[in-house]
Every structure is written in C-alpha cells, then in structure tokens.
C-alpha cells in the first residue's frame, strides 16, 4: 500500500513544531530570525560601498585593528 506524500504546507509544520519542541521558545525564535529573507541585493550593495577600494586601503584600515606584539616590527 503506497501513503500519500505531505504537502509542502503539511512538511513545514511538522519541521516548526519539532523545532519548537527540541529548542524551546527561546531557542525557536532565535532560529526562525536566523533564516529571515532579507531585502535588497546584497551584492549589488556591496560593489556600490567598496567600488573605490583598493587593496591599500583595506591593507591601510586593518593595521590600527592589528594587536602589537612583543617583537612585531609593525
């Protein structure tokens, strides 16, 4: 005898409720905003901030950040 397949809406209920159960609240509405849609085109974004960036300037705003050690010469 074959059983009919869940639908999509049948499938997602199921992984949200388990969800729920083996993270509890918390742990369940941390997960869900992990996996929100977003907005917008990220890369599109993100060539339009960086476009006059050099390698320079990254190299050049990343030394300040850089912890000195004993030693280091930079």
């Known amino acids: 005898m074959k059983t009919k397949e869940p639908s999509l809406f049948e499938i997602n209920r199921r992984g949200l409720k388990a969800?729920?159960?083996?993270?509890?609240?918390?742990?369940?509405?941390?997960?869900l905003q992990l996996h929100q849609v977003g907005k917008g085109d990220y890369t599109k974004e993100r060539y339009e901030l960086l476009k006059h960036w050099t390698m320079e300037d990254?190299?050049?705003?990343?030394?300040?950040?850089?912890?000195?050690?004993?030693?280091?010469?930079?």
């Open 58 to 74: 990254v190299a050049a705003a990343l030394r300040p950040k850089r912890k000195k050690k004993p030693g280091n010469k930079e």
């Open 19 to 31: 969800l729920a159960r083996a993270l509890g609240p918390v742990g369940y509405i941390r997960f």
